[in-house]
């Protein structure tokens, strides 16, 4: 009983840090702002938008910045805030 009783408490515990690792986007959908008004934005930034998609409840975005270097960044979708910005790496860049 004992084991059981700590199976279920690492378990819970495991299972709750990975959902609080991520709390960047946990805007409810009635609050997104349309894709369209991020991709409007970034390209009057200078952004070349090849990807843009939800997931994990953000925007997330493949794209080109003016120099041509290739960038990932992840978007609050109810605020367009950006909440994680780095180099995009492919297997083609090396």
């Known amino acids: 009983m004992f ?9 819970l515990a495991f299972a709750g840090g990975s959902a609080a690792a991520s709390p960047r986007c ?4 009635t609050d ?3 894709r369209q ?9 200078g952004w070349n938008i090849e990807m843009l998609r939800v997931n994990d409840g953000c925007y997330h975005v493949h794209a080109r910045n003016g120099r041509g270097e290739r960038l990932e960044a992840m978007f609050n979708p ?6 994680s910005r780095r180099p995009e790496r492919r297997r083609d860049d090396s």
Not at 3 to 11: G, K, M
Not at 26 to 29: E, F, I, N
Not at 37 to 45: F, G, S
């Open 78 to 83: 109810a605020t367009l805030d950006m909440v």
């Open 3 to 11: 084991r059981l009783a700590v199976l279920v408490v690492l378990t």
């Open 26 to 29: 946990r805007a409810p959908l």
């Open 37 to 45: 008004a991020l991709q409007q934005r970034l390209e009057t930034d």
């Open 32 to 34: 997104w702002k349309p």
